[in-house]
């Protein structure tokens, strides 16, 4: 068993809160996985999600404590429960899942904007400024648009990101159809990396780009076709498979995934399919047991149910 989370909430009146624990676990394509008890170890502890939230209005909230993070698509709230496959694209590594903060949130007709300031991948050091706007085109379509970064310097790794990550700058343009049968996302992300303020010199720089298209055939029956692109800059140093990004300075990665999902009344089944091409790769940063196979191949396969 790899995830089993309950959460506790209450979502009515001035005061509200919202409380999820449990086992999880994260995959992403073309990355080696970790067991269930290391990833909440090296992460977020057995108490990913806690905040208290304070309700003045129907339009404004504000949030203190473990937060969903804004700097990325990939909530911890929706691993199991909304999530089209099993493993994370090319840039989920790249992007934030839990962060420590405060976060006001306000929505005025069609627009939804939030601010935070947070421990950005939860690093204990309180230095990150983020905000994203929502703007609903229509009832089926959303555009997104996400910035971000650490106004300092934190000047460590965690097991939760690299110092490459934890000290760079984040934008993402993000675009959501949700439809009577398809359901699409995609985004464009760039990573300025390990910025500093301290006469604004990078390290170096990461582009993604991926989209996620869901076409449920029946009510218990839909197939995901998931395509990601990741590219790093060739700064020596950038790109490190140990520090969880690419496949040494310059590389470039392209990747494609289906899921198909099956889910009848709490039961569910899927699979996840995916296919990983490397190149301008640094020999022995890629795949196999010497790190030099350009191509890797993954089939996975999810049961469960949900309450």
Request: avoid cysteine; hydrophobic fraction near 35%; glycine fraction near 12%.
């Amino acid at each position: 068993m790899s995830d089993a989370l309950i959460s506790i909430s209450k979502d009515t009146g001035t005061w509200q809160f919202y409380l999820e624990g449990g086992a999880y676990n994260f995959y992403v394509v073309g990355q080696p996985p970790s067991s269930t008890g290391n990833i909440i170890n090296a992460t977020f502890g057995p108490l990913p999600l806690a905040y208290i939230q304070y309700t003045p209005s129907k339009n404004f909230n504000i949030q203190i404590g473990k937060l969903p993070a804004i700097p990325g698509i990939t909530p911890l709230t929706a691993l199991i429960s909304d999530s089209y496959g099993i493993e994370f694209g090319l840039t989920g590594a790249q992007q934030q899942t839990v962060t420590r903060g405060i976060q006001a949130n306000y929505t005025l007709g069609p627009v939804a904007a939030s601010l935070a300031w947070t421990d950005g991948p939860y690093s204990n050091r309180y230095n990150w400024a983020v905000g994203q706007i929502a703007y609903s085109v229509s009832k089926a379509s959303t555009v997104i648009t996400q910035a971000g970064g650490n106004l300092g310097r934190t000047g460590y790794s965690t097991s939760a990101a690299s110092s490459y990550l934890n000290n760079s700058d984040f934008y993402l343009l993000g675009y959501n159809y949700s439809g009577n049968r398809w359901n699409v996302f995609g985004y464009l992300q760039y990573q300025k990396l390990l910025a500093t303020r301290r006469g604004g010199r990078s390290h170096g720089d990461q582009y993604g780009a991926s989209i996620d298209a869901n076409y449920a055939f029946t009510p218990h029956y839909s197939l995901s076709t998931r395509v990601d692109y990741i590219a790093y800059s060739d700064q020596a140093a950038v790109a490190n498979p140990n520090n969880g990004m690419g496949y040494g300075p310059g590389s470039r990665a392209v990747s494609l995934t289906l899921s198909p999902i099956y889910q009848y009344k709490h039961w569910f089944a899927e699979g996840d399919l995916s296919y990983v091409h490397v190149y301008h790769y640094q020999t022995g940063d890629v795949f196999g047991q010497n790190g030099t196979a350009p191509n890797q191949f993954v089939a996975m396969v999810n049961v469960g149910f949900l309450l």
